[in-house]
């Protein structure tokens, strides 16, 4: 697994749980990466439209924190974050930013972060060293509302039946379990697609691409 994690989630800092980042290092060890997942995951920006609005508020929660940092800001972030990395003796070649979102920028700031070598969104994973992008549909599940849960599972099953890409991506979220329906699903989904696919991380997957 490629495993996202937060350096300060919502402003409290990942370091001071306790054991969190001995945990971290035992899925590493485990063989599972680890990828720099934004900073605070959350987005304190003003909208500027109702469309823009409806991305920010609504569709991600108020957690696409990369999609309007200026470019200092954004590199600041993404420093602050190599430096826990480095910090833990954690390899890092990825970078998620929060829900998928990231500005142009963003895209600036880590395009000129020498450690980071891709970058997925929700269809893409980016390979910055070579300067080229893959088509990787995500399956993933919205587990706010009791109706997001159950489109959740339809999409998921209908993305599922049509897609032939080299690489589908799995993503799912901590929360995801606290939900019985949900959590059987996406066990159902993951035994289905283990049957005809190789599972492996992200890095894993870039450097094979290269």
């Known amino acids: 697994m490629t495993l996202l994690v937060v350096p300060a989630y919502r402003g409290q800092c990942s370091a001071l749980a306790d054991g969190f980042e001995a945990a971290i290092s ?16 959350q987005d304190l920006g003003v909208p500027e439209s109702i469309v823009d609005w409806f991305r920010r508020r609504v569709y991600t ?4 924190e990369f999609w ?30 929060p829900a998928w ?26 390979d910055l060293q070579a300067g080229h992008s893959l088509h990787a549909p995500c399956l993933t599940f919205s587990a706010r509302k009791a109706w997001r849960r159950a489109a959740s599972v339809l999409w998921a099953g ?34 289905q697609l283990l049957r005809d696919r190789l599972p492996v991380t992200k890095a894993r997957f870039v450097a094979h691409m290269r």
Do not use: M
């Not at 990466?33 to 995951?41: N, Q």
């Open 26 to 41: 035992e899925q590493l060890a485990c063989g599972h990466e680890l990828a720099l997942h934004g900073y605070f995951h």
């Open 68 to 97: 309007d940092l200026g470019e200092h800001e954004a590199s600041e972030r993404l420093v602050l974050g190599e430096r826990w990395f480095r910090y833990n003796r954690w390899p890092l070649a990825g970078f998620v930013p």
């Open 158 to 191: 209908s993305v599922l039946s049509q897609c032939a890409a080299p690489l589908l991506r799995f993503a799912l979220h901590p929360h995801d379990a606290s939900y019985r329906g949900l959590k059987r699903a996406w066990q159902r989904r993951l035994e």
């Open 61 to 64: 929660a108020s957690e696409g």
């Open 101 to 126: 979102l990231i500005g142009p920028a963003a895209w600036k700031a880590v395009r000129r972060c020498p450690t980071i070598q891709y970058v997925t969104t929700f269809s893409a994973i980016h």
